[in-house]
């Protein structure tokens, strides 16, 4: 099959009439996938993947403002890509650190449950107050740390949860051990 000399022209003449004009569409789209990787979480979760998807829409705009559409719609093509790759890392990261956020507070909970237990025994053998007053306010400190982890749980806000537990099992721990250590002589 060959081609006429007036089909090639044809051919020509639409490729230029497409890159003609710039590619409101494309950048409109690339901008509704930066907003829907926003609303993903994508700003905590996926920063580098959005940094890219809003670097490579504004260089679509800079590529229009010096009429290379075909170059802008390159650029706005790669800014959908990298906010729909931010949306997906976002939604995947943050699913992560709730579980993680949330096995925490299961296990923190139940060191809790055993500090108390202690805590209450060693009132009960007559351990003095000022023997278990260092363990009583770091679990007071831990309680205040693990209400706050609460409170950004339930604002959908689990790295702040996350930085909020940090250190908390191991503050209990030693609060626990400090309660054996006070109880210990009394056994005796």
């Known amino acids: 099959m060959r081609f006429r000399p007036i089909h090639v022209w ?29 609303a993903a979480g994508a700003e905590h979760y996926a920063a580098g993947e959005l940094g890219a998807a809003t670097d490579a829409l504004a260089n679509a705009n800079g590529a229009v403002g010096a009429r ?3 170059l802008a719609l390159n650029y706005a093509l790669e800014s959908r890509e990298h906010a729909q790759n931010a949306a997906r890392e976002a939604a995947n990261t943050k699913a992560q650190v709730r579980v993680e956020v949330e096995r925490a507070m299961t296990e923190i909970a139940a060191l809790l449950a055993q500090v108390n237990t202690r805590m209450a025994a060693a009132q009960r053998a007559r351990v003095p107050a000022r023997r278990l007053q260092a363990s ?53």
Do not use: W
């Open 136 to 188: 009583a306010d770091a679990i007071a400190t831990v309680n205040m740390d693990v209400q706050e982890a609460g409170e950004a749980i339930e604002a959908d806000d689990y790295l702040a949860a996350r930085t909020a537990l940090e250190g908390v099992k191991e503050r209990i721990e030693q609060a626990l051990a400090a309660i054996e250590t006070a109880i210990a002589p009394r056994r005796r």
């Open 10 to 38: 044809s051919i020509l003449a639409m490729l230029t009439v497409a890159c003609a004009e710039p590619p409101h569409k494309e950048m409109d789209q690339a901008q509704g996938a930066i907003d829907a990787a926003r």
């Open 68 to 70: 290379d559409y075909r």
